[in-house]
């Protein structure tokens, strides 16, 4: 391991390069002077902002909570039927960006809008957040404790209240943070539902009124939020060991048997797939069938998708470098300086994408401008974006591989950096390989900052499909919304097999 100052030193540039659009809001607010911010501040309609975004986080974490611990408990630990088929289905809404999702309702269902429209749709796609790392901690924990509860005469209900929800309490908490911040920062779903929260109020401030400087404003509440959000999940956090077994192979748990709740609890999960995957599939099948794409579509699609990996590989392998440090630092060397710049890193993902973007634009064109309209400027704005995500799949990995290892290989005369390329890094790369791949996920679904900053004339299946989709053009954007689902339905898989869910084991 690099010495803790190195360590601390990298964090901190890597927290700088994610801040940069902090940095951007912060000046341009300042320099609106503070009559300017509180006539904006100050005001019903702000108010209203509030309550409307937070009221809509607070109800799609809850919702996506339940959800997602229920589906993971259901498939993890009990006899439930095709269970294997379940834990996909329950992982595959990750794939469906929520814009195609939100155009799949309203194209289906006659005057489908409003808030509580924008929180259907937001749980269906939100809850695999929640259902991911809760399915993983059940299938990884030890069912010692559950057996010692049971043995001592506590029935099924209360050993799982009283210990398996302590268990996987802190998985469950950095799921239900990652869905508040994503629905705070989400633009598709609420623009196409017109809903009016935080996100749609800046689009409108910037496109329609050209109101720049109160639209970041308004992103600075936002911001305020976050913080409020994410120092809230720090106190409900609790420290914990999570090292890996050196040897052997973990003893599966006894499955609670359903009996007759068995065939309902497959009927509900049968109910939520239909519903987050059922129902776009059918509406991308009628677009199919109502008309075809310009000619010349094939090319244009292929052209897109390569476009789609290009970028979303760039920018998933610079977020996993800048979130290396963070994680290394806050899994072995645990303190403020580590907490503090954990937290920091998650002030940017709240953030709209269109305010990431225009913050870089003006980064590009004044400080880097042989950054501008490349592909790495971009990339910059995905790092900061979902550098969280990165930061907790490389911090969960590293406190999964045994210290015990590393100071072995420092007790035979390894440096801390060999010590670090040879043993640590190659123990945690599966778990850093599954960050990647979540990172890559999110950034091809990324419509807002790809709008702006992609270079010109290089169109990705997100950007293609919104202009179709904007003008009603339904069947043109059927083979860029499918293709971009299939494409993000990969890694969902291979991230609900991470979770061991496809696993057998346990009777």
């Excluded at 489908?112 to 299938?139: K, N």
């Excluded at 057996?147 to 210990?163: D, I, Y």
């Excluded at 870089?360 to 400027?377: D, K, M, R």
């Excluded at 100071?407 to 778990?431: I, M, N, Q, Y």
């Amino acid at each position: 391991m690099l010495p803790r100052p190195a360590l601390a030193a990298a964090a901190t540039a890597a927290v700088g390069v994610a801040l940069l659009p902090l940095v951007y809001l912060s000046v341009r607010v300042g320099d609106a002077g503070w009559p300017r911010i509180s006539s904006e501040v100050f005001t019903s309609r702000t108010g209203q902002l509030t309550a409307r975004s937070v009221a809509l986080a607070g109800l799609v974490t809850a919702a996506s909570t339940v959800f997602g611990v229920t589906s993971a408990f259901l498939v993890t630990r009990t006899d439930l039927p095709a269970r294997r088929l379940f834990g996909v289905l329950a992982a595959l809404p990750l794939a469906v960006p929520s814009y195609v999702a939100a155009f799949a309702w309203v194209s289906t269902v006659d005057g489908f809008e409003g808030f509580w429209a924008a929180a259907l749709v937001l749980t269906l796609v939100s809850y695999p957040y929640v259902f991911l790392p809760v399915a993983a901690a059940l299938t990884r924990a030890d069912p010692a404790q559950e057996e010692v509860a049971r043995s001592l005469g506590s029935g099924p209900w209360h050993t799982f209240s009283a210990v398996t929800l302590r268990q996987v309490r802190p998985a469950m908490g950095a799921g239900a943070l990652l869905v508040a911040l994503y629905v705070l920062s989400d633009f598709g779903a609420v623009s196409v539902l017109r809903t009016d929260v935080f996100t749609r109020a800046v689009f409108t401030s910037v496109s329609l009124g050209f109101d720049r400087t109160g639209a970041l404003v308004l992103a600075t509440v936002l911001v305020v939020i976050t913080l409020l959000i994410v120092s809230g999940e720090q106190l409900t956090r609790r420290r914990a060991a999570h090292y890996a077994r050196l040897g052997g192979a973990g003893r599966p748990p006894t499955r609670l048997r359903l009996g007759r709740l068995r065939w309902l609890a497959a009927s509900g999960l049968a109910g939520m797939g239909a519903l987050a995957l059922g129902l776009p599939a059918a509406s991308l099948a009628r677009w199919f069938g109502e008309g075809v794409s310009r000619p010349g579509s094939l090319t244009g699609l292929a052209t897109a998708a390569g476009n789609s990996f290009t970028l979303s590989a760039a920018g998933a392998g610079l977020t996993i470098l800048l979130a290396l440090p963070l994680g290394l630092l806050g899994a072995r060397t645990p303190g403020p300086v580590a907490v503090v710049l954990d937290r920091l890193a998650y002030l940017s993902h709240a953030l709209p994408g269109l305010v990431i973007g225009l913050s870089l634009v003006f980064f590009g064109i004044n400080v880097a401008y042989p950054l501008y309209q490349s592909v790495w400027l971009l990339a910059l704005a995905y790092a900061a974006l979902f550098l969280p995500l990165a930061v907790a799949a490389v911090g969960a990995a590293v406190l999964q591989a045994p210290p015990a290892l590393e100071e072995v290989a420092r007790s035979l005369g390894r440096r801390r950096f060999h010590v670090l390329r040879t043993v640590t890094v190659p123990l945690a790369a599966p778990g850093i390989g599954a960050g990647a791949v979540l990172v890559f996920l999110t950034c091809m679904k990324e419509l807002p900052a790809t709008l702006l900053l992609r270079p010109t004339g290089m169109d990705t299946l997100a950007t293609e499909l919104w202009s179709q989709t904007s003008v009603s053009a339904y069947a043109a954007a059927a083979p860029y919304a499918a293709l971009l689902v299939l494409l993000a339905a990969a890694p969902t898989w291979w991230l609900s097999a991470r979770t061991g869910v496809l696993a057998g084991g346990g009777s």
